[in-house]
């Protein structure tokens, strides 16, 4: 009897981990693609063919000395908001984007190119 009841709990513990497991893997893949969708839309906005039509994002970029516009400014954004309004998980998710560059502190972004000319 005691060996039958330790077995079903040992039984109920694997299913219990393995079920945990596999909601660590689903909150990890959902944060996965909210990084992605958030490197996506960021390169959008500071790309070439947006840059040229968006006066506010480019005037933002002009009043600063160095081009750099605050990650804060990007939560404003109504887009932004249904992603995420945390400054530190869109800084994470443009570590590795090849339009835009942090600063160092990771609260500031600029375009890694400067603006060309209208095409």
């Not at 906005?45 to 990650?71: C, M, P, T």
Request: net charge positive; charged share 40%; hydrophobic share 35%.
């Amino acid at each position: 009897m005691e060996t039958e009841s330790g077995n079903q709990e040992k039984l109920m513990e694997e299913e219990s981990t393995e079920k945990k497991k596999e909601v660590e893997k689903k909150k990890r893949s959902r944060v996965k693609q909210v990084l992605a969708d958030i490197a996506k839309q960021v390169d959008f906005w500071f790309g070439d063919a947006n840059l040229h039509k968006d006066r506010f994002l480019r005037e933002q970029i002009e009043k600063s000395r160095d081009g750099y516009v605050d990650i804060s400014l990007l939560v404003s954004f109504n887009k932004m908001k249904k992603l995420t309004t945390d400054g530190k998980l869109i800084a994470r998710a443009l570590r590795s984007s090849a339009v835009v560059e942090l600063d160092l502190e990771g609260t500031r972004i600029r375009r890694k190119k400067p603006l060309g000319e209208r095409p």
